[in-house]
């Protein structure tokens, strides 16, 4: 039977969550999610959700994931990207994945350097333990921004300048009075807050000043020996520090020199700074405009200018900003629909979620990824991904294309047995699959294009033998065309 | 039309890749009317690479008092001369292939190349050198520029990125440039073998010549994949290549082996863009340390550039390519308490290949502080430029790709080392 359609619903579950199998959007629909308003709410509101989805790991009915003998997300890299992508095929709180999707662009920390210096258990643990599964309750950077999805802006960016990883990947845990340390005091105000051309080198060395003593301890003993945000106060630069911009809200530009014991309020202080700055907001409203809503035009002034006030009126919440632009009419406005770029997680999440995966692992992304331009964990620097087109190289097209091939075949029998019946002609079964894959609609010459794929070869009967080869057929060539490629 | 199958998918799961017969490209027309086959190959050292460190001012105490961990000892530097202003300088120890090359007259090193008022954003920074635009660092590359002067119809394969994005210099207005990290995988899979398969790309190939102009978006997608499609084939006959030499197994390395292997195929391409990382040295630098992070980095450049020179020159390919380095910015004099150096200023570019003239252009700075000091800005904290860099792409587009140089850098930038 043809799935119902309920555009403005699947819209919203490729937006604020990965896309949808089609008994997903049943089930969501049954829940009143025909009112939109309940949908988003539903979805801003995962609290209420149990977080439970890394129970499944492993259980019939899920996709699989592959592991060497034991499955260790918190040793383990690979697995570490695994339990995450499988979060995002079968989490119950999608917005919660997308929105830590969006601060691991934002706050892009790379796992090879960290494992350069501490080695890959140490560095995976770092990067994604979860504090319930580790013996020194180590708390990834990753369950870091899984826990500030969509809350405090300010306490988000405090968390993650205390982040263990993050202290190794912008080398903060070496910032010691003597010879201050740039790198995390730049990238905080260049990428995390105001943006480049904001400040000036005077502020980069003065930022610096302000994070030395900053470092790390490792305490604990066996199993549970593990590094952690430690102000060593002794390392500290007690004198003040003068800034370009104002640090305080009676416009004073001057952190005061402090006793040793209370220099961490230094750090405190630049990140009020940086947090309050009043080109923050509008920067982080339309890297999120440019997320939720539309990439490929001009955006909206008027609402990206209401977000950014919200971030301010509602003391650098996320969460309100995030659900104004849900409830936006520009949200529902189809002109805006399929006017992203995916990113190479998010298609391939949405594949398997609409093609299906049983008897599909998660392990099997994890080199298509890398082909794709996204290794999650491994951003290319501190900036994040080439966001949009850039995506889009001759390589990075194949790569997608070819994993179209892959999950295509993967799903060839899952697929045939979801067609028979369906497909009484080539234009069914194109209509079929079609219909399975939540893709912008199709120009009335690429159906006819992948119509005659059916017919080449040979006359259409519908055998079982037919629907197996050109239903995965039409499928991978579904996957593969440019209508697919925008969420 | 032939049909190749092979294993593509792992875990038991056979999918096939698909191939076709190659046709008479434009590249066999530009030889058969003897057309230049004159390459650039240009070599980005990501992060800001530490220009102090790989051209080693071994005579000036200042350099051993502001680098109390982190200066190479005189004794273990490589000597290759003085330059015009009598500066003593020597190559990072690991770089003893780049020597050789030094010394058989084939590498020039242009010393304190940058710009006024130097970015020291890896972002910005990256995006001045791409657009040789300081002002506004947005649009197109240089290179790009290059390209979209180019005679059409300009084949696809004219420009070649080893890396999965298409870098900022190679960004054009007209011109799709692939990107192919990877020879071998650069293919075309299908669920379905045998004729299957070769539906299943001649379909693709026709859903992808769909480009709306109402919905640029979707036919910019729609325009890489067909790039794609024009590339496929000729790339699968590189990812053949057997080369002369063995290449050191690093992405550099490898993805220069693949760039000699178009270069012997005659795919046409006069382009090519290669990178490395690693660069961002603001810990731990180790400069001096046997298998420190430098000289590790200096090691992995050495290697493979010593490999791509011998390959070329054993395929008497060398006075066709010239090969050009930079970086976003060098690195601060002064090291900071990580035994690291954070971002700085000015710093050095390479041009390697059989028609440069090699040598020291340019002078080194004085390390001195002191704001009497002219070769040191940011109270003596980095190096000032001399040679505005983007007077060295014009020497490239004028005297090596044959371009107008005025046109693509939007303006005269006269007075570059002459290395060409």
Known sequence: ?487 | MSITRREFVRGGVAAFTVGFSAPLFLSDLARVHGQSRRNLVVLYLSGGNDALSTLIPYTDAQYYARRPTLAVPAGTVLQIGSDSAGNALGLHPRLTGLRSIFNAGRLAIVQRTGYPNSSRSHFEGTDIWSTGDPSSPQGTGWLGRYLDRLPSPVDPLTAWSTVREIPRTLLSRTVGVPSIPNAQQYAFASPNGGADAQYARATAARISSHLPVDQPHLSFVNATAQAAFATLDRVGEVAAYRPSVAYPNNGLALALRTVAGAMVNGVGTRVYWVQTGGFDTHAGQGTNVANGTYPTLMGTVDGALSAFYTDLSNQRLLNDTLLLQFSEFSRRIDENGSQGTDHGAAGIMLAMGGGVRGGLYGSAPNLRMGADNPTLENTSRDVRFETDFRSVYATVIENWLGGDAAAVLGSRFPGGPAFL
């Open chain 1, 1 to 487: 039977m043809a799935r119902q359609r309920e555009e403005d619903l699947e819209h919203l579950l490729r937006r604020a969550g990965f896309g949808a199998t089609d008994a997903e959007v049943s089930a969501y629909a049954r829940l009143g999610f025909l009112s939109f308003p309940t949908a988003a709410a539903h979805l801003t509101n995962y609290g209420v959700q149990p977080d439970d989805v890394d129970d499944h790991i492993g259980r019939a009915g899920y996709a699989g994931v592959t592991a060497q003998a034991a499955f260790l997300p918190a040793s383990n890299i690979n697995d570490a990207r695994q339990r995450w992508l499988f979060r995002m095929v079968h989490t119950r709180r999608p917005l919660q994945e997308k929105m830590t999707l969006f601060w691991h662009n934002h706050f892009a920390t790379a796992y090879s350097k960290i494992a350069g210096a501490v080695g890959a258990p140490e560095a995976a643990r770092m990067l994604a333990a979860k504090p319930s599964e580790d013996p020194g309750r180590v708390k990834g950077q990753l369950e870091l921004l899984r826990e500030h999805a969509l809350g405090n802006f300010r306490d988000l960016l405090i968390a993650v300048a205390q982040d263990p990883a993050m202290l190794y990947w912008l080398d903060g845990r070496t910032n010691v009075r003597a010879r201050p340390q740039e790198n995390f005091a730049r990238e905080l105000m260049e990428l995390f807050t105001m943006g480049v051309d904001t400040f000036a080198e005077a502020d980069v060395y003065a930022g610096a000043r302000v994070f030395t003593g900053w470092n790390l301890a490792r305490p604990g003993a066996g199993p549970a020996q593990h590094y952690e945000f430690s102000y060593n106060a002794a390392q500290h630069d007690t004198a003040a520090k003068e800034f370009t911009f104002p640090i305080y809200r009676d416009g004073g530009r001057v952190i005061p020199a402090r006793a040793p014991a209370a220099g961490i309020e230094d750090g405190r202080d630049l990140i009020n700074a940086v947090v309050r700055h009043p080109l923050t907001g509008p920067r982080l409203a339309l890297k999120l405009y440019q997320y939720f809503i539309n990439e490929v035009d001009a955006p909206d002034t008027a609402l990206v200018n209401e977000i950014a006030g919200i971030y301010y009126a509602r003391n650098y919440e996320i969460e309100p900003m995030v659900r104004r632009l849900l409830l936006s009419p520009q949200f529902r406005d189809s002109s805006n629909h399929y006017k992203r770029y995916s990113w190479p997680v998010e298609y391939v999440v949405r594949a398997v979620k609409e093609v299906g995966w049983t008897g599909f692992s998660v392990g099997d992304t994890l080199t298509p990824l890398v082909n794709m331009g996204q290794q999650l964990l491994e951003p290319p620097d501190v900036n994040g991904w080439e966001l949009g087109r850039g995506w889009f190289s001759t390589g990075g097209m194949l790569a997608r294309m070819n994993f179209g091939a892959q999950l295509a075949t993967n799903q060839k029998f899952n697929l045939r047995d979801a067609f028979r019946g369906q497909a009484l002609t080539p234009e069914e079964l194109v209509s079929a699959a079609l219909d399975r894959l939540t893709s912008q609609e199709y120009s009335a010459g690429s159906r006819a294009a992948l119509a005659d794929y059916v017919l080449a070869g040979a006359p259409w009967t519908g055998s079982d033998a037919q629907l197996s080869t050109k239903g995965s057929g039409v499928v991978h060539l579904i996957l593969g065309s440019a209508e697919y490629q925008l969420v």
